[in-house]
């Protein structure tokens, strides 16, 4: 099954998706890795998408869309989960004629809501190390020792996009370009809107019934 899970900067969709994969062995697409790794190595398109990342802001599409182009064309038939693209309308159409490019479909949309305010409590108390990307919150899961990760014991920091100023221009531009994805997927009978809120594994079980019933 290939899927797509999407919700607000926040919502789970990256502890979710890796469940996934753990337990299904699905592909994981996450757009944000690919920005990540595209940054790290100082590519064209890494240089270009940072400039917005860092401001809070979406990626242009023409840049999105060329990452995830390439990174479907490494998708076997173990079946994919698309996390964090498409965040537009627009991304969604051009997703349609990707997945035909490589003779696939996308077979569910599950979104995850989750109310505002805890979007701002998880994502302002992340910290995510600098040597080997581990996440950690300084609520929910926090470090033993402040600021060094637990794996590696490397540099644990809050990320720019994660500071609150920026989290707060994230989610107004989530709200403004991302939300209409809804009545999009919902006309094309693949959405299915799903509690985000909760223990992990409790949000995980919501999804495990959606896909039962595939």
């Known amino acids: ?10 919502a789970g969709k990256g502890t979710q998706s890796a469940a996934l994969v753990d337990r299904k062995g699905m592909k994981h697409i996450s757009t944000g890795d690919l920005f990540r790794y595209a940054i790290k ?18 990626v242009p599409d023409a840049v999105t869309i060329g990452l995830v182009r390439e990174e479907l064309k490494c998708v076997g038939d173990t079946g994919f989960i698309l996390d964090g ?22 077979d ?4 995850l809501e989750v109310p505002k305010g805890q979007l701002m409590s998880r994502l302002t ?10 996440v950690n919150h300084i609520d929910a899961k ?11 014991g490397g540099e644990s920091v809050q990320r720019i996009d994660d500071q609150e100023e920026t989290i707060a221009n994230r989610l107004d531009v989530y709200e403004n370009s991302t939300a209409p994805l809804k009545s999009f997927y919902k006309e094309a009978g693949k959405l299915v809107e799903l509690d985000g809120t909760g223990p992990t594994d409790e949000v995980f079980e919501r999804i495990q019934e959606v896909l039962d019933r595939n």
């Open 1 to 10: 099954m290939n899927i797509a899970l999407f919700g607000a900067p926040g």
């Open 41 to 58: 190595n100082e590519t064209p398109l890494g240089l270009e998408a940072k400039k917005y990342i860092d401001a809070g802001n979406l």
């Open 85 to 106: 693209f498409p965040r537009t309308v627009p991304q969604a159409e051009a997703l349609e004629g990707l997945l035909q490019e490589n003779g696939k479909t996308l």
């Open 108 to 111: 569910q949309v599950l979104f």
């Open 125 to 134: 108390g992340r910290r995510v190390c600098k040597s080997c990307g581990a």
């Open 142 to 152: 926090p470090t033993k020792i402040e600021g060094v990760c637990d794996i590696c």
